[in-house]
């Protein structure tokens, strides 16, 4: 578990609670969803709204309605929406990250090393 905070609002991000990584998975099956809906032609004012309420949404099914609003403001801006969505990816990698190191830890205090396992292969 991590904290992660962002324009002020400091938001929990735990990538081996179950709860949590549901509403990731969701969130982001979601996204893409909308993503492959996104106007891609048009006025560029349009195409930026949606592309903003794709991250507002994100944020919202995370972490609760009003938390996109948080985040980013109430004024919608690309820049502000990426470099957002930046700092939380780079949050999520360290999570796992730090996660796995845990793991690998744990699990090679059972696991013989090498000089170990031919040592018992040759008896």
Do not use: H
């Not at 891609?40 to 009003?66: D, P």
């Not at 470099?83 to 013989?112: G, H, L, W």
Request: hydrophobic share 35%; proline share 1%; glycine share 6%.
């Amino acid at each position: 578990m991590s904290l992660w905070k962002w324009n002020d609002v400091e938001l929990e991000i735990d990538m081996e609670d179950v709860e949590f990584l549901e509403r990731y998975e969701n969130a982001f099956s979601n996204l893409e969803l909308k993503e492959s809906e996104l106007q891609k032609t048009g006025k560029k004012s349009e195409i930026a709204r949606g592309y903003c309420e794709m991250f507002y949404c994100l944020f919202n099914e995370i972490f609760g309605q009003g938390t996109g609003e948080k985040l980013l403001g109430e004024k919608m801006n690309i820049r502000v929406c990426e470099e957002c969505y930046d700092s939380f990816i780079a949050a999520c990698q360290k999570c796992v990250t730090d996660a796995n190191k845990r793991q690998n830890a744990m699990i090679n205090k059972f696991r013989p090393n090498r000089a170990q396992r031919r040592a018992a292969g040759k008896k």
